[in-house]
């Protein structure tokens, strides 16, 4: 029961290859069965296992979350720490520095205290001495004018008189000059003072 084929190849009967095909296709049909089984029971355990995992690791990621968490506030606290610090070394020298200064400032006021008081002391002596000073040159004015007068009253013609109303003139014009230079010197004196 062989066929001829139209070139002259004979097929034997039942064909092989036709067989063949079924059979491999049959054979193909089992596999993928089987590897359906397969797959469907690695999802199982693919699940199962996911679901067991999950849980484990969830566990295991709280578990560093918390530590983390606590390590942050450990350094969190340590940095708050320093700043309360470096503050309060902040405020000491602050006040250091203030306290410094008022001191610097009371210093300073106490010595202009003290030359404000010596200055006061000079200028009281000054005027002490230009009284003392105008009230010599008073008497001696006064004395002047006494000699000017009795000279006034003598002879005109005398030569000793003339010489020495000339004289007393020098005087009365020298003493006028002390007084003048003296104001001067005082004015001068307070001026700069001041």
Known sequence: ??????????????DPTVLTTEALLREVLHVKE????????????LESYQQSHTSQHRYEVQEAIQHLTELCAERFDGIKTQFVERDSRSKES??????AIAAALAAQKEAVEKSEKATEKELDSIKTNFDTTI?????????????????????????????????????????VSAVVAIVSVVGL?????L
């Open 94 to 99: 602050t006040q250091s520095s203030k306290d």
């Open 34 to 45: 089987l590897f359906t089984e397969r797959v469907d029971g690695l999802e199982d355990k």
């Open 1 to 14: 029961m062989n066929d001829v084929t139209p070139k002259g190849v004979i097929v034997p009967s039942p």
């Open 135 to 175: 009230k010599s040159i008073e008497i001696q004015l006064n004395d002047l004018k006494s000699n000017i007068n009795k000279a006034g009253g003598e002879v005109l013609g005398q030569r000793r008189t003339q010489d020495e109303g000339a004289r007393n003139i020098s005087i009365i014009i020298a003493a």
């Open 189 to 193: 004196f307070i001026g700069l003072n």
